[in-house]
């Protein structure tokens, strides 16, 4: 049981350039979530999705989507990474109202 | 509509108390608590739920004041392994299947020997 991974766990990009954000969960969650991390700026919401086949825009949507790809997979696409998308990533699952289980995250660098 | 977080640091003894304090300006249904430490995710910590109920799994406390729309995380004896920053995360009543919480800036522990 991995709980929630994530990967890759580093990456540095050049502005500009595409990438996509993997995340996965073996806890048959319904909700997932990816969240951006700043220093100061707590955690911000970026999309969420509250099932199979649905996702919403969070606080942060700009510049990002996302694919729920089935009950396991959420993924996040950066299309045009920019130097303001430097940040730390985490992906988060949750059954009901309660608990969030987050992954270890992904630390990006764009420069 | 974001809860505000106070104090924002403090630096404790070992052995010492604290209390992490979360303010919303907004109904609450829910107040979510979660320690990360450097480097790390956030671990789960705590709710309070309206009405009184209270699901955590490490002997921390808290307090859910829901006419004042704040909660108190309470950390007594603390020790060297409670260091972190601590956040809130809030959910009010009208959110519906929507399972986003609104989070604090985090308040950030320090515990020295």
């Known amino acids: 049981n991995a709980g929630v991974t994530q990967t890759p766990k580093f990456q540095v990009l050049k502005t500009g350039q595409s990438m996509t954000l993997q995340c996965a969960q073996d806890?048959?969650?319904?909700?997932m979530y990816w969240y951006r991390q700043d220093p100061g700026m707590g955690l911000r919401l970026i999309y969420y999705?509250?099932?199979?086949?649905?996702?919403d825009k969070g606080e942060v949507p700009n510049g990002y989507n996302v694919s729920r790809l089935n009950k396991r997979e959420f993924s996040l696409r950066l299309e045009s990474a920019a130097p303001s998308q430097t940040s730390v990533y985490f992906c988060?699952?949750?059954?009901?109202?309660?608990?969030?289980?987050f992954g270890p995250g992904t630390r990006l660098t764009v420069t | 509509q974001q809860p505000v977080q106070s104090p924002q640091a403090v630096i404790l003894r070992e052995g010492e108390d604290a209390v992490i304090n979360c303010s919303s300006s907004k109904a609450l249904y829910s107040v979510h608590w979660y320690r990360q430490k450097h480097g790390e995710a956030p671990v789960f910590l705590m709710i309070?739920?309206?009405g009184g109920e209270q699901k955590g799994h490490e002997k921390i406390s808290a307090s859910f004041n829901e006419k004042k729309q704040q909660s108190s995380l309470y950390l007594t004896a603390s020790q060297l392994s409670y260091s972190g920053t601590y956040f809130c995360?809030?959910?009010?009543?009208?959110?519906?299947?929507?399972?986003?919480?609104?989070w604090g800036l985090g308040t950030s522990l320090a515990v020295n020997p």
């Open positions: 999705s509250a099932s199979e086949g649905t996702t």
């Open positions: 806890m048959n969650h319904n909700s």
């Open positions: 995360g809030t959910r009010t009543p009208n959110a519906g299947n929507n399972r986003k919480l609104i």
């Open positions: 309070l739920l309206k």
């Open positions: 988060a699952s949750v059954e009901g109202a309660y608990e969030q289980y």
